[in-house]
Each structure stands twice: as C-alpha cells, then as structure tokens.
C-alpha cells in the first residue's frame, strides 16, 4: 500500500513519512481540489507575469472576472464552451476505461471536413434534410478517423496516445490540401477558403440578436446523456470496471477489447460532433484557420471536471472564460497571446498536482527499535 517514504533526521531522532493510498479517496477533497486549482491557477499566474513586467493583478482581473461581469461577453462563452464540452465528455468517457485518445483534435478536424464535404456535395440543393446529414457525416468522420488507434490498441496493443497524437497532424495536412486545391473557392479573392455555407447548412440560432446557436444545447445534452448512461447504466458500470479493475471485468463476463472500441468510437464520434457543429456554426465555411485547439484544450476540461459529465460543464465554462478573458486582456492590457496557454497548463498542472493529496495521504510511520521488537 505504501507508495513513497522519506526519512528525516532530526535532534538525532529519525523521522519517516509515506505516501500511503487511500481506501476511499474523501468526496470533499475530490470536488474540492478543482476549485483550488483554479485559485492557484490565479495567484501563480499573477505573479508570473508581473515577474514578466505585465500588469499580473489586471491579467487576472481581465481573463478570469471581465467575462462574468461584462453581460455582452455571455455569449461568447457559450460559443466557446460547447465544443470543449462536447469533445471532454468523450475523452472522459475513454479515460474512465483507461483508453488514453490524446488526439480528439484530428477527429474535431475530420469531423470538421466531413460535414464540410456533404455541405459542397448539396451547395445547390435545399431542404432540411442537409444539417442533419452533415452533422451525421461529421459524427462517422470522426468515428472513422480514431478506427486505426482503436484496430492498433485491440490487436497489437499499440499505445494509443501516439496513435491519436500523430494522426492530428495528418488530418491537418488533409485539411490543409481540400481547402488549397478540390476545395478553394473560386471566388475567394485569393483567400483559402471554402464556399460560404447557405442557410439550410449552418446552424440556426436560438437566441435572436445574440451569436449563441444549436451547438450549445446539443453540448449540453451530450453531457446529460453521458451521465444518465454513466451513472445509470450497464454499460456506464462495464467502462468504469475495465478501466479500474480489468481482471475482475474480465472475471465478470465483460470483454475488454469490446469495451474499448466502444469507448474510442464514442470519443471519436463526439469529437467529430463538435468539429461539424463548429464548421456549420461559428465558422461557416472550412478554412484552415479551421483547428482551434479545442480537442488539446479539452483535455483540461475534461480532468478539472473530474472525469464526470456533469462536471466537465462546469470546467468547459470555466476554461471559456479563460479563452474569451485572454482575448480581452490582448486589447486591454497589452497581453500576449500565449497567456491563455500558460494560465490553461497551470490548471491542468495544479488539478494533476491535486490529484495526489486526494488519492494518497502522508502518514508518519514510527521506527520499530530493538526493544520495542523484543
């Protein structure tokens, strides 16, 4: 049970202490621990940057409170948050199985282009019919694009976060191509970039006056689902079995190979959901300006909401706020552009930190002398 000792002498008298596991990691310090990180999220990254010569208070003040407090910056982080929302809820549904998809950015881009190619294939159609299709196309494109890491984990037990990682780059090489050559618009004034899409393929908005579209409750109901299967299902208790215990999986009738194609394709469908969403939503056309982070950035999402649905969309707000934050603070204070990545790294730094208080506690272990033995 004892992961970790150090000893300490002191006035003669030797100290040791371990690092021992808990039986039942404690509830409180579980949901507890996000919220600190976030907290030390704030005051380290103050005071890197005013180590830096940046207004470190302002930078704070700007990124984390100015998107709360300014009512007109309400709908950008409900733009900002869906995808982030959509694609954790799927890489935590891997994680809970122990399946490592570190690259749901490739399956956002070819969830992406797939939309966008059944978009080209019915520019001249009309009809209702066209989103469904395209949102369809976008889920199986995404699902497609994660089916080799999958083949490679069941069959040759090939590690799939290099898999996943290093197809990202081929999908952006892809997306790179469709929209420099078959793609480009003609009329484009030189610009790569896709036909702008027509009404019956882009999201209709749900708010009138605002830029908030369907995307954000399709992410919202993504998390509920997720839960509710979670939480409440057969299959919820077989990912979760697999993932913590797999020769008691195994001993239960559960197949673990099954289980991780399932849980990989739902990552990937998820995360092409997401890029399929965002090209028909935000977007509107495919550019290459197409990949935003979004399926790397989900990944913090995804472990400050601790793996849960229903805490992925409180993270996946929490983390908007840092992207719509560090745009103000550009125009604002004079704040580069990378300080959204380094208060993002600090979070995920500080919830990964988090994670050894919460699952092992420091125990003072006394040295057994001859007496004592005798």
Known sequence: MARLSRCISRRGATLQFRLEKRL????????????????????????????????????????????????????????????????????????????????????????????????LATYDMSGPWILPLMILAGILGGMAWIVVPAYLRTRLKVNEILTTLMLTYVSIQLLNYLVAGPWKNPMGMGQLQTKLFTDYQTLPYIIPGTIVQLGTPIAI???????????????GYEVRTVGA???????????????????????????????????????????????????????????????????????????????????????TIGLPNAAVGIFQALMLFFILASDIFVRYRVKRVVPQTAESAA
């Not at 890197?48 to 010569?53: A, E, I, K, N, T």
């Open 221 to 235: 109901l993504v998390a509920l689902v997720a839960w509710f299967v979670m939480s409440r299902s057969v299959f």
């Open 245 to 331: 215990a797999p020769h008691a999986a195994r001993y239960g009738g559960f197949v673990a190979n099954k289980t991780i194609w399932a849980v990989m394709l739902i990552s990937g469908g998820l995360a092409g959901l997401a890029g399929v969403l965002e090209v028909a939503g935000p977007f509107g056309r495919m550019v290459p300006q197409f990949p935003t982070n979004y399926g790397f950035t989900a990944i913090i999402v995804a472990f400050l909401g601790r793996l849960h649905p229903l805490g992925i969309i409180l993270s996946g707000l929490v983390i908007s706020i840092s992207f719509v934050g560090g745009e103000v603070a550009q125009t």
């Open 24 to 119: 039942q990691p404690s509830r409180f310090m579980l949901y507890a621990t996000p919220v600190a990180a976030v907290i030390l999220t704030m005051i380290v990254g103050a005071i890197v940057f005013s180590v830096l010569g940046y207004d470190g208070l302002g930078a704070v003040r700007e990124i984390f409170l100015t998107p709360l407090t300014n009512p007109y910056k309400w709908q950008d982080l409900a733009v900002k948050s869906a995808p982030l929302i959509i694609i954790a809820v799927g890489l935590a549904i891997g994680y809970r199985a122990n399946v490592w998809n570190i690259g749901a950015e490739g399956q956002y881009v070819v969830g992406g282009l797939a939309g966008t190619g059944v978009a």
